[in-house]
T-cell receptor, first 116, second 117 residues
């Protein structure tokens, strides 16, 4: 059981370049999430998905797009990277929390992105 | 809207002593869950403990316990017998129960704990 994996682990981009971050989970979770972590800010939700083929905006969605074509994968795209998107990106997954209030989210190891 | 406040940017504790990390929250949801996560320097997020708003007893998990005071809206993490490996960033998070908040976790800004030998 690999849990939640993220690819790549680290990436340097130039302003204006695009890239896709891949998240994969093998726990058959319905829900998947993308967060960003900035110094002194905690984790903030970018986008999330409650099932295959569905996505929704979180707290800080601007400049990002996502897709969930397969249940086990959740992709985060940056179409035109900006220095403000320099951050550590975490993917997480969980079962639907309804009826399982103690259900935690399981986090991937993170992707460090530097935009120059 | 939900809010988590962690007022201690950094804390120091001597090895083998107990330490309390503060967390206060604000929500209008009738029921909610509170979580604590540990983030060591390696970066991964590790789930530590959960407390439900209607749980009668404070949650405990090994050396971790949660001092839940609902009237004060506080959910402090207590680590007993601190170890060097406890040095990490600790995040408090909440999940609500209303339609727009029953899936997402709202995080505090974290407390950096340093355990001194």
């Amino acid at each position: 059981n690999a849990g939640v994996t993220q690819t790549p682990k680290f990436r340097v981009l130039k302003t204006g370049q695009s890239m896709t971050l891949l998240c994969a989970q093998d726990m058959n979770h319905e829900y998947m999430y993308w967060y960003r972590q900035d110094p002194g800010m905690g984790l903030r939700l970018i986008h999330y998905s409650v099932g295959e083929g569905t996505t929704a905006k979180g707290e800080v969605p601007d400049g990002y797009n996502v897709s969930r074509l397969k249940k086990q994968n959740f992709l985060l795209g940056l179409e035109s990277a900006a220095p403000s998107q320099t951050s550590v990106y975490f993917c997480a997954s969980s079962y639907p929390p309804s009826g399982r209030p103690q259900e935690t989210q399981y986090f991937g190891p993170g992707t460090r992105l530097l935009v120059l | 809207a939900q809010k988590i406040t962690q007022t201690q940017p950094g804390m120091f504790v001597q090895e083998k002593e107990a330490v309390t990390l503060d967390c206060t929250y604000d929500t209008s949801d009738p029921s909610y869950g509170l979580f604590w996560y540990k983030q060591p320097s390696s970066g991964e997020m590790i789930f530590l403990i959960y407390q439900g708003s209607y749980d009668q007893q404070n949650a405990t998990e090994g050396r971790y316990s949660l001092n839940f005071q609902k009237a004060r809206k506080s959910a402090n993490l207590v680590i007993s017998a601190s170890q060097l490996g406890d040095s990490a960033m600790y995040f408090c998070a909440m999940r609500g129960s209303s339609g727009g908040s029953n899936y997402k976790l709202t995080f505090g800004k974290g407390t950096l704990l340093t355990v001194n030998p």
